[in-house]
Protein backbone atom coordinates (compact mmCIF):
# COMPACT_ATOMS: atom_id res chain seq x y z
CA UNK A 1 0.00 0.00 0.00
CA UNK A 2 1.33 3.67 -0.83
CA UNK A 3 -1.41 5.85 0.19
CA UNK A 4 -5.28 5.53 1.41
CA UNK A 5 -7.23 8.29 1.05
CA UNK A 6 -11.44 9.01 1.82
CA UNK A 7 -14.14 9.44 -1.25
CA UNK A 8 -17.72 9.52 -1.82
CA UNK A 9 -19.83 8.03 -3.77
CA UNK A 10 -22.81 10.07 -4.58
CA UNK A 11 -26.45 8.38 -4.85
CA UNK A 12 -29.77 10.11 -5.06
CA UNK A 13 -31.21 8.77 -1.78
CA UNK A 14 -27.72 7.98 0.52
CA UNK A 15 -24.29 8.23 -0.23
CA UNK A 16 -21.72 6.45 0.42
CA UNK A 17 -18.32 6.53 1.82
CA UNK A 18 -15.31 4.59 0.91
CA UNK A 19 -11.58 4.25 1.38
CA UNK A 20 -9.27 4.77 -1.74
CA UNK A 21 -6.34 2.36 -1.34
CA UNK A 22 -3.29 3.22 -3.89
CA UNK A 23 -1.22 0.45 -4.92
CA UNK A 24 1.86 0.02 -7.21
CA UNK A 25 -0.15 -1.52 -9.64
CA UNK A 26 -3.88 -0.53 -8.90
CA UNK A 27 -6.60 1.26 -6.89
CA UNK A 28 -9.18 -0.21 -4.51
CA UNK A 29 -12.73 1.71 -3.46
CA UNK A 30 -13.93 0.35 -0.54
CA UNK A 31 -13.70 -0.34 3.12
CA UNK A 32 -10.70 -1.27 4.91
CA UNK A 33 -11.63 -4.85 5.05
CA UNK A 34 -13.29 -5.49 1.97
CA UNK A 35 -12.66 -3.75 -1.38
CA UNK A 36 -15.70 -2.72 -3.76
CA UNK A 37 -14.06 -1.71 -6.49
CA UNK A 38 -10.58 -2.39 -7.94
CA UNK A 39 -8.82 -1.01 -11.08
CA UNK A 40 -5.70 -1.63 -12.59
CA UNK A 41 -3.04 0.56 -13.53
CA UNK A 42 -2.62 0.27 -17.18
CA UNK A 43 -2.58 2.33 -20.35
CA UNK A 44 -5.47 0.12 -21.72
CA UNK A 45 -7.52 1.51 -18.61
CA UNK A 46 -8.78 5.54 -18.28
CA UNK A 47 -9.17 7.35 -15.31
CA UNK A 48 -11.58 9.50 -15.74
CA UNK A 49 -11.70 13.51 -13.65
CA UNK A 50 -14.25 15.46 -12.97
CA UNK A 51 -13.10 19.46 -13.25
CA UNK A 52 -14.46 22.38 -11.96
CA UNK A 53 -12.69 25.55 -11.47
CA UNK A 54 -9.28 24.28 -12.03
CA UNK A 55 -9.55 21.82 -9.50
CA UNK A 56 -9.71 18.01 -9.63
CA UNK A 57 -13.39 17.48 -7.92
CA UNK A 58 -13.76 13.77 -8.54
CA UNK A 59 -12.64 10.72 -10.42
CA UNK A 60 -14.61 8.02 -12.21
CA UNK A 61 -13.49 4.31 -12.77
CA UNK A 62 -15.84 1.85 -15.63
CA UNK A 63 -17.08 -0.60 -13.93
CA UNK A 64 -20.17 -3.01 -15.64
CA UNK A 65 -19.40 -0.52 -18.72
CA UNK A 66 -20.80 2.69 -16.78
CA UNK A 67 -18.72 4.98 -15.37
CA UNK A 68 -18.83 5.11 -11.31
CA UNK A 69 -17.54 8.95 -10.19
CA UNK A 70 -15.82 9.37 -6.59
CA UNK A 71 -15.45 12.65 -5.37
CA UNK A 72 -12.82 13.44 -2.74
CA UNK A 73 -10.67 16.30 -1.39
CA UNK A 74 -8.64 17.94 -4.39
CA UNK A 75 -5.22 17.54 -2.69
CA UNK A 76 -5.53 13.48 -2.57
CA UNK A 77 -6.63 13.65 -5.97
CA UNK A 78 -3.49 15.35 -7.14
CA UNK A 79 -1.62 13.09 -5.51
CA UNK A 80 -3.46 10.17 -7.25
CA UNK A 81 -2.82 12.25 -10.29
CA UNK A 82 0.62 12.65 -9.78
CA UNK A 83 1.21 9.14 -8.95
CA UNK A 84 -0.69 7.06 -11.78
CA UNK A 85 0.43 9.62 -14.70
CA UNK A 86 1.92 7.61 -16.93
CA UNK A 87 0.75 4.54 -15.66
CA UNK A 88 -2.81 4.99 -16.60
CA UNK A 89 -4.35 7.09 -19.66
CA UNK A 90 -6.62 9.96 -18.30
CA UNK A 91 -9.49 11.60 -19.75
CA UNK A 92 -11.11 14.88 -18.87
CA UNK A 93 -8.09 16.85 -17.59
CA UNK A 94 -8.11 18.88 -21.36
CA UNK A 95 -9.06 21.70 -19.96
CA UNK A 96 -6.54 22.15 -17.05
CA UNK A 97 -4.14 23.32 -20.54
CA UNK A 98 -4.26 25.97 -22.46
CA UNK A 99 -2.75 26.59 -25.72
CA UNK A 100 -0.43 30.15 -26.02
CA UNK A 101 0.78 30.12 -29.54
CA UNK A 102 -1.50 30.25 -32.46
CA UNK A 103 1.66 29.21 -34.86
CA UNK A 104 2.77 26.26 -32.52
CA UNK A 105 -0.12 24.49 -30.87
CA UNK A 106 1.46 22.16 -29.32
CA UNK A 107 3.41 24.89 -27.26
CA UNK A 108 0.18 25.06 -24.18
CA UNK A 109 0.19 25.80 -20.52
CA UNK A 110 -0.26 24.38 -17.35
CA UNK A 111 -3.28 26.46 -16.44
CA UNK A 112 -2.28 25.41 -12.36
CA UNK A 113 1.18 26.00 -12.44
CA UNK A 114 1.82 27.98 -15.33
CA UNK A 115 4.67 25.44 -16.50
CA UNK A 116 5.33 25.46 -20.41
CA UNK A 117 4.76 22.02 -21.62
CA UNK A 118 4.71 20.36 -24.92
CA UNK A 119 2.45 18.02 -26.58
CA UNK A 120 1.73 15.52 -29.47
CA UNK A 121 -0.84 13.61 -30.89
CA UNK A 122 -0.06 9.83 -31.00
CA UNK A 123 -2.65 6.73 -32.02
CA UNK A 124 -3.43 4.83 -29.46
CA UNK A 125 -0.58 1.59 -30.20
CA UNK A 126 1.75 4.60 -30.03
CA UNK A 127 0.73 5.29 -26.69
CA UNK A 128 0.83 1.31 -25.38
CA UNK A 129 4.89 1.47 -26.80
CA UNK A 130 5.75 4.67 -26.15
CA UNK A 131 4.70 5.90 -22.76
CA UNK A 132 6.01 2.56 -21.07
CA UNK A 133 9.05 3.44 -22.54
CA UNK A 134 10.19 6.31 -21.83
CA UNK A 135 8.49 6.05 -18.01
CA UNK A 136 11.68 3.76 -17.28
CA UNK A 137 14.13 6.43 -18.88
CA UNK A 138 15.28 9.37 -16.91
CA UNK A 139 18.46 11.05 -18.69
CA UNK A 140 18.84 15.01 -19.66
CA UNK A 141 19.18 13.87 -23.22
CA UNK A 142 15.87 12.06 -23.68
CA UNK A 143 12.68 13.89 -23.68
CA UNK A 144 10.15 13.16 -20.65
CA UNK A 145 6.49 12.55 -20.45
CA UNK A 146 3.89 14.19 -18.10
CA UNK A 147 0.85 12.62 -18.58
CA UNK A 148 -0.99 11.05 -21.26
CA UNK A 149 -4.62 11.62 -21.73
CA UNK A 150 -7.86 10.78 -24.49
CA UNK A 151 -9.97 13.45 -26.27
CA UNK A 152 -13.03 12.53 -28.57
CA UNK A 153 -11.55 9.14 -29.60
CA UNK A 154 -7.85 10.61 -29.98
CA UNK A 155 -4.66 10.21 -27.88
CA UNK A 156 -2.49 12.81 -26.47
CA UNK A 157 1.03 12.75 -24.51
CA UNK A 158 2.16 16.12 -22.68
CA UNK A 159 6.02 15.87 -22.90
CA UNK A 160 8.31 18.59 -20.94
CA UNK A 161 8.47 21.68 -22.93
CA UNK A 162 12.06 21.56 -25.38
CA UNK A 163 10.91 24.12 -27.57
CA UNK A 164 13.89 26.00 -29.33
CA UNK A 165 14.95 23.78 -32.92
CA UNK A 166 16.23 20.71 -34.62
CA UNK A 167 19.70 19.95 -34.98
CA UNK A 168 19.12 20.23 -38.83
CA UNK A 169 17.75 23.60 -38.41
CA UNK A 170 20.31 25.09 -36.48
CA UNK A 171 23.16 23.48 -38.61
CA UNK A 172 21.17 25.13 -42.15
CA UNK A 173 21.03 28.61 -40.18
CA UNK A 174 24.34 27.98 -39.03
CA UNK A 175 26.64 25.90 -41.62
CA UNK A 176 30.31 26.69 -40.25
CA UNK A 177 30.10 24.98 -36.77
CA UNK A 178 33.21 24.97 -35.17
CA UNK A 179 35.06 21.87 -33.96
CA UNK A 180 34.37 22.18 -30.36
CA UNK A 181 30.93 22.61 -30.73
CA UNK A 182 30.67 19.59 -33.42
CA UNK A 183 32.43 17.69 -30.27
CA UNK A 184 30.49 18.97 -27.62
CA UNK A 185 27.25 17.96 -29.32
CA UNK A 186 28.17 14.59 -30.85
CA UNK A 187 29.53 13.87 -27.72
CA UNK A 188 25.86 14.15 -25.43
CA UNK A 189 24.82 12.30 -27.94
CA UNK A 190 26.91 9.27 -27.83
CA UNK A 191 26.22 9.62 -23.65
CA UNK A 192 22.92 9.74 -24.25
CA UNK A 193 22.88 6.59 -26.67
CA UNK A 194 25.49 4.99 -23.88
CA UNK A 195 22.67 5.41 -21.54
CA UNK A 196 19.88 3.92 -23.42
CA UNK A 197 21.56 1.27 -24.52
CA UNK A 198 22.83 0.30 -20.86
CA UNK A 199 19.37 0.35 -20.55
CA UNK A 200 18.29 -2.24 -23.25
CA UNK A 201 16.85 0.51 -25.30
CA UNK A 202 18.17 0.82 -29.13
CA UNK A 203 16.45 4.20 -30.63
CA UNK A 204 16.56 2.58 -33.97
CA UNK A 205 15.81 5.82 -35.84
CA UNK A 206 18.14 8.71 -34.29
CA UNK A 207 18.12 11.74 -36.94
CA UNK A 208 18.98 15.43 -36.77
CA UNK A 209 15.76 15.94 -37.29
CA UNK A 210 13.91 14.73 -34.07
CA UNK A 211 17.45 16.39 -31.89
CA UNK A 212 15.99 19.45 -30.20
CA UNK A 213 19.52 21.85 -30.08
CA UNK A 214 19.53 24.64 -27.59
CA UNK A 215 23.05 25.86 -26.54
CA UNK A 216 25.19 23.23 -27.14
CA UNK A 217 22.62 21.05 -25.01
CA UNK A 218 20.71 18.47 -26.94
CA UNK A 219 18.06 16.38 -26.63
CA UNK A 220 16.32 13.62 -28.51
CA UNK A 221 12.59 13.99 -28.83
CA UNK A 222 11.19 11.23 -31.07
CA UNK A 223 10.74 7.43 -29.59
CA UNK A 224 8.57 6.24 -32.38
CA UNK A 225 10.79 2.99 -33.36
CA UNK A 226 12.47 2.35 -30.04
CA UNK A 227 12.31 -0.95 -28.34
CA UNK A 228 13.41 -2.71 -25.76
CA UNK A 229 15.99 -5.17 -26.60
CA UNK A 230 18.82 -8.06 -25.23
CA UNK A 231 20.70 -7.48 -28.41
CA UNK A 232 22.48 -4.46 -29.27
CA UNK A 233 22.92 -3.71 -33.00
CA UNK A 234 25.26 -0.83 -34.47
CA UNK A 235 22.12 1.52 -35.92
CA UNK A 236 22.41 4.10 -32.95
CA UNK A 237 25.90 4.14 -33.35
CA UNK A 238 26.28 4.64 -36.86
CA UNK A 239 23.63 7.35 -37.03
CA UNK A 240 25.39 9.29 -35.06
CA UNK A 241 28.46 8.72 -37.15
CA UNK A 242 26.49 10.47 -40.04
CA UNK A 243 25.31 13.28 -38.19
CA UNK A 244 29.10 14.15 -36.98
CA UNK A 245 29.70 13.46 -40.56
CA UNK A 246 26.49 16.20 -41.47
CA UNK A 247 28.05 18.57 -38.58
CA UNK A 248 31.76 18.71 -40.10
CA UNK A 249 30.43 18.92 -43.56
CA UNK A 250 26.91 19.81 -44.19
CA UNK A 251 26.59 16.77 -46.63
CA UNK A 252 25.12 13.69 -46.23
CA UNK A 253 26.90 10.59 -45.74
CA UNK A 254 27.38 8.68 -48.76
CA UNK A 255 26.76 4.93 -47.65
CA UNK A 256 27.69 3.71 -51.48
CA UNK A 257 30.67 6.13 -52.01
CA UNK A 258 33.32 5.90 -49.25
CA UNK A 259 35.82 7.67 -51.65
CA UNK A 260 33.52 10.26 -51.73
CA UNK A 261 33.06 10.65 -48.29
CA UNK A 262 36.72 10.96 -47.54
CA UNK A 263 37.07 13.52 -50.26
CA UNK A 264 34.10 15.31 -48.79
CA UNK A 265 35.83 15.25 -45.44
CA UNK A 266 39.01 16.86 -46.78
CA UNK A 267 37.61 19.17 -48.73
CA UNK A 268 35.80 20.92 -45.40
CA UNK A 269 39.04 20.73 -43.53
CA UNK A 270 37.80 18.12 -41.01
CA UNK A 271 40.27 17.48 -38.59
CA UNK A 272 42.12 14.22 -38.57
CA UNK A 273 40.83 12.51 -36.19
CA UNK A 274 37.12 13.25 -36.59
CA UNK A 275 37.92 12.03 -39.98
CA UNK A 276 39.82 8.65 -38.34
CA UNK A 277 36.12 8.35 -36.22
CA UNK A 278 33.73 8.80 -38.16
CA UNK A 279 34.97 6.25 -40.97
CA UNK A 280 35.80 3.51 -38.43
CA UNK A 281 32.64 3.84 -37.28
CA UNK A 282 31.04 3.26 -40.48
CA UNK A 283 33.30 0.28 -41.39
CA UNK A 284 33.17 -1.45 -38.22
CA UNK A 285 30.58 -3.47 -36.85
CA UNK A 286 32.37 -4.40 -33.73
CA UNK A 287 32.46 -0.91 -31.97
CA UNK A 288 30.60 0.26 -28.38
CA UNK A 289 29.59 3.08 -27.49
CA UNK A 290 32.52 2.84 -24.81
CA UNK A 291 35.12 2.28 -27.01
CA UNK A 292 34.21 5.07 -29.21
CA UNK A 293 34.07 7.67 -26.57
CA UNK A 294 37.72 6.51 -25.42
CA UNK A 295 38.77 7.66 -29.06
CA UNK A 296 41.74 10.74 -28.76
CA UNK A 297 39.00 12.78 -30.75
CA UNK A 298 37.54 13.38 -27.71
CA UNK A 299 40.48 14.87 -26.01
CA UNK A 300 42.58 16.28 -28.55
CA UNK A 301 43.35 19.99 -29.58
CA UNK A 302 43.59 21.13 -32.84
CA UNK A 303 47.23 21.74 -34.15
CA UNK A 304 48.23 25.13 -35.37
CA UNK A 305 47.72 23.95 -39.56
CA UNK A 306 44.79 22.68 -38.47
CA UNK A 307 43.18 25.58 -36.73
CA UNK A 308 44.65 27.91 -39.22
CA UNK A 309 42.83 26.08 -42.16
CA UNK A 310 39.60 26.02 -40.11
CA UNK A 311 39.91 29.54 -39.63
CA UNK A 312 40.23 30.36 -43.07
CA UNK A 313 37.20 28.02 -44.30
CA UNK A 314 34.85 28.98 -41.88
CA UNK A 315 33.81 32.16 -40.11
CA UNK A 316 33.10 32.98 -36.81
CA UNK A 317 29.69 31.22 -35.71
CA UNK A 318 26.78 33.53 -34.78
CA UNK A 319 25.00 32.05 -32.33
CA UNK A 320 21.44 33.75 -32.62
CA UNK A 321 19.13 30.86 -30.82
CA UNK A 322 17.18 33.13 -29.02
CA UNK A 323 15.81 34.50 -32.60
CA UNK A 324 14.84 30.90 -33.68
CA UNK A 325 11.42 30.08 -33.41
CA UNK A 326 10.39 26.50 -32.38
CA UNK A 327 8.42 25.70 -35.47
CA UNK A 328 10.36 22.34 -35.68
CA UNK A 329 8.68 21.23 -32.81
CA UNK A 330 6.12 18.92 -32.51
CA UNK A 331 3.27 20.48 -34.36
CA UNK A 332 -0.02 19.18 -33.61
CA UNK A 333 -2.98 20.50 -31.57
CA UNK A 334 -5.91 19.08 -29.59
CA UNK A 335 -9.13 19.93 -31.55
CA UNK A 336 -10.37 22.52 -28.51
CA UNK A 337 -9.13 22.66 -25.43
CA UNK A 338 -12.11 22.72 -23.44
CA UNK A 339 -14.15 19.95 -22.52
CA UNK A 340 -18.16 19.12 -22.04
CA UNK A 341 -19.23 20.42 -18.41
CA UNK A 342 -22.76 20.45 -19.46
CA UNK A 343 -23.05 17.67 -16.84
CA UNK A 344 -22.53 18.62 -12.98
CA UNK A 345 -20.34 15.92 -10.49
CA UNK A 346 -23.54 14.70 -8.86
CA UNK A 347 -25.19 13.94 -12.50
CA UNK A 348 -22.27 12.27 -13.75
CA UNK A 349 -22.11 10.06 -9.78
Known amino acids: MIRQFKCERL ?30 FKLENVLHWYVDNLKLQGFGIEYKGIIKFFKANYKDLEQLRSFCRNL ?19 RIQDQISLQLCGMKIVTQQQLLTQVPLIRQLNYNGIISYRECFQYKSQYYIITEFVGEITLRKFITQNPKLSHLQCRAIILQLFKTVQYLHDNYVIHATIDINHIIYKSDFIKIIDFSQAKYTNILDDYD ?15 EYNDIDNEQNLQ ?5 QTPKLAQELILSIMT ?27 FQKFQRIQRSTSEMDDSDAISQSIPELQTNKSKSLRQLM
Open 11 to 40: HYILNTNYIVTIYKDKLTIGNESHPKYEYK
Open 88 to 106: ICFDNIVELYKQIDINNPS
Open 237 to 251: IKNCSRILFYMYTGK
Open 264 to 268: TLQNT
Open 284 to 310: DKNLTVSQILEHPYFSFSLDPQERKNR
